[in-house]
């Protein structure tokens, strides 16, 4: 049992000397200094109940069209109308045909008459991916219902996004939402169709990796690298893409959306939404409004449209080399690691478990198979050997150190003959020998009466004249198994191994 404790105890404690560390490291950016923030302002607040979700927002010139995200419930899966106080100002839009699946966000076309509507959610935890997505486009009044636009990644390969943008050329821009923090950018390569048809491929045309912030939110680090919606400002100079945390926003220079996100450093404004998912620039193009995804937070939390103010400021750069950032004991090696090497890291640490739970369990399975130590005695010497001081008595009555014949072993001289079952042994030091049991030693040197007892001087038949018992008590620990108990356990008679052998082999 201690072998087998030892091997677990071993094993757990190096398990949670490797997670222990690692989850300090990784609990540790939530002690971080956080960016200060200016709250946003406050426009108004959605009160409707079927807006709990929203995740796509466009401000107008009289409110804001809204919609929500995906939803099994009928009456939350249309666009909606605000007025300036966010109240419903007209009938919410039904979409045509069977509707859609995930929607995520809203975008005006360059020239702003057409609504875009991206059908484009696939969380990576769903059981079933998406092998298509679609846009949906209407007029932007809602005069129309909206109609459906077929697409597919290369490939078909699954992409969970949030964010769309349309450029000069009326072609969809859509940004996928990625945990490393380097969103992909794809657009059709070829003419958009309508309606219920083959969906039409598109090509993946950069990547855009999103400068670290240290802005403070509900998911922490995640959350400043997830992009859940992006906007394209009235006079298409600027384009803004956000996070959970932050709104980033590009310069565009000749309508060209995809070289401003991969080579132009952005701006960065914090945002206090507390589950921000939309962004949209207001008429003017001055400001930002937001809005949270409430799904996400109690039932009694308002859901506020805000505004913001776009920083003229980068994200806050990295300390120069030797400088020193905050105290050294504040700060962890873990701060410096993606998201993907946080997942590797965590990962390994699962790893590294698994392994070590295999090798307990190897240690207890040869614990087991381990014979286990002689017990140390004081009474007798080992049954896997000799008495010291010369053989001891023989088989059942024989002489001292005999065989079933009686005589002795290797011709031993100039030793008189004592026989006794279970090791009856030499002559007493009184010099007078006397019977062992079941006809012990007898008088003669050699010689044997029944069962191999001695003559008359205290041998005899069963045991006659005076029985010496055993020179050790039964073994009732004897690691070899086997009864010592005078029963019969099928090895042979009184316990003993046929052939005159001990349970390791040795002759007795």
């Known amino acids: 049992?201690?072998?087998?404790?030892?091997?677990?105890?071993?094993?757990?404690?190096?398990?949670?000397?490797?997670?222990?560390?690692?989850?300090?490291?990784?609990?540790?950016?939530?002690?971080?200094?956080?960016?200060?923030?200016?709250?946003?302002?406050?426009?108004?607040?959605?009160?409707?109940?079927?807006?709990?979700?929203?995740?796509?927002?466009?401000?107008?010139?009289?409110?804001?069209?809204?919609?929500?995200?995906?939803?099994?419930?009928?009456?939350?899966?249309?666009?909606?109308?605000?007025?300036?106080?966010?109240?419903?100002?007209?009938?919410?839009?039904?979409?045509?045909?069977?509707?859609?699946?995930?929607?995520?966000?809203?975008?005006?076309?360059?020239?702003?008459?057409?609504?875009?509507?991206?059908?484009?959610?696939?969380?990576?935890?769903?059981?079933?991916?998406?092998?298509?997505?679609?846009?949906?486009?209407?007029?932007?009044?809602?005069?129309?219902?909206?109609v459906l636009h077929r697409l597919a990644y290369p490939q078909k390969q699954p992409h969970d996004a949030e964010a769309l943008l349309i450029g000069d050329d009326g072609k969809p821009l859509i940004i996928t939402k990625e945990l490393s923090g380097k969103s992909e950018l794809f657009r059709p390569a070829a003419a958009l169709k309508t309606g219920d048809t083959e969906p039409v491929p598109m090509q993946k045309v950069g990547e855009v990796?999103?400068?670290?912030?240290?802005?403070?939110?509900?998911?922490?680090?995640?959350?400043?690298?997830?992009?859940?919606?992006?906007?394209?400002?009235?006079?298409?100079?600027?384009?803004?893409?956000?996070?959970?945390?932050?709104?980033?926003?590009?310069?565009?220079?000749?309508?060209?959306?995809?070289?401003?996100?991969?080579?132009?450093?952005?701006?960065?404004?914090?945002?206090?939404?507390?589950?921000?998912?939309?962004?949209?620039?207001?008429?003017?193009?001055?400001?930002?409004?937001?809005?949270?995804?409430?799904?996400?937070?109690a039932p009694d939390d308002p859901i506020d449209i805000l505004s913001y103010v776009p920083s003229s400021k980068g994200a806050e750069a990295l300390p120069a080399a030797g400088e020193v950032a905050k105290p050294a004991a504040k700060k962890s090696w873990v701060e410096g690691l993606s998201l993907d090497e946080i997942t590797y890291l965590i990962a390994a640490v699962g790893a590294l478990g698994a392994l070590l739970v295999g090798a307990g369990i190897f240690g207890i399975l040869r614990s087991r198979r381990r014979p286990a130590p002689a017990t140390d005695r004081t009474d007798g010497p080992d049954r896997g050997g000799p008495p010291p001081g010369g053989p001891p008595g023989g088989v059942y009555g024989g002489p001292a150190g005999g065989g079933y014949g009686g005589g002795p072993v290797n011709d031993a001289p100039g030793r008189p003959a004592s026989g006794g079952v279970y090791g009856g042994g030499r002559p007493p030091e009184s010099g007078r020998p006397h019977g062992g049991v079941y006809g012990g030693g007898g008088g003669r040197p050699q010689g044997g009466g029944v069962y191999g007892g001695g003559a008359p001087q205290g041998g005899g038949g069963y045991g006659g004249g005076r029985a010496e018992p055993p020179r050790r008590d039964p073994d009732y620990g004897d690691p070899r198994g086997g009864r010592r108990n005078g029963y019969d356990d099928g090895r042979g008679q009184y316990g003993q191994v046929p052939g005159g052998r001990d349970y390791r082999g040795d002759r007795y």
């Not at 107008?60 to 605000?82: A, E, H, M, Q």
């Not at 509900?218 to 009235?234: D, E, F, I, N, Q």
């Not at 926003?249 to 995809?258: Q, W």
């Open 209 to 297: 990796t999103l400068p670290k912030t240290t802005t403070d939110n509900k998911l922490g680090a995640p959350g400043r690298l997830l992009v859940t919606g992006a906007a394209r400002s009235p006079d298409g100079t600027k384009v803004v893409l956000r996070t959970y945390a932050d709104a980033f926003e590009y310069d565009v220079a000749g309508g060209d959306i995809v070289g401003a996100l991969t080579t132009v450093k952005p701006r960065v404004t914090p945002l206090t939404d507390p589950f921000g998912e939309a962004i949209s620039y207001t008429p003017d193009g001055k400001s930002f409004v937001t809005v949270s995804d409430g799904g996400q937070l």
């Open 1 to 146: 049992m201690r072998h087998v404790l030892s091997s677990v105890t071993v094993a757990l404690g190096l398990l949670g000397a490797t997670v222990a560390p690692a989850g300090v490291a990784l609990a540790s950016p939530a002690t971080a200094p956080v960016q200060a923030v200016a709250p946003g302002k406050k426009k108004c607040t959605v009160e409707d109940k079927r807006l709990r979700e929203l995740s796509g927002l466009v401000a107008t010139s009289t409110g804001y069209v809204v919609i929500n995200d995906g939803t099994d419930i009928p009456s939350r899966k249309r666009v909606f109308y605000l007025d300036t106080k966010c109240e419903i100002s007209k009938e919410p839009v039904q979409y045509s045909g069977d509707g859609p699946l995930d929607t995520e966000d809203l975008a005006l076309s360059p020239d702003r008459r057409t609504l875009w509507i991206a059908d484009t959610g696939d969380n990576i935890t769903s059981k079933q991916r998406r092998e298509r997505v679609a846009v949906w486009t209407m007029p932007v009044g809602g005069s129309k219902q909206p």
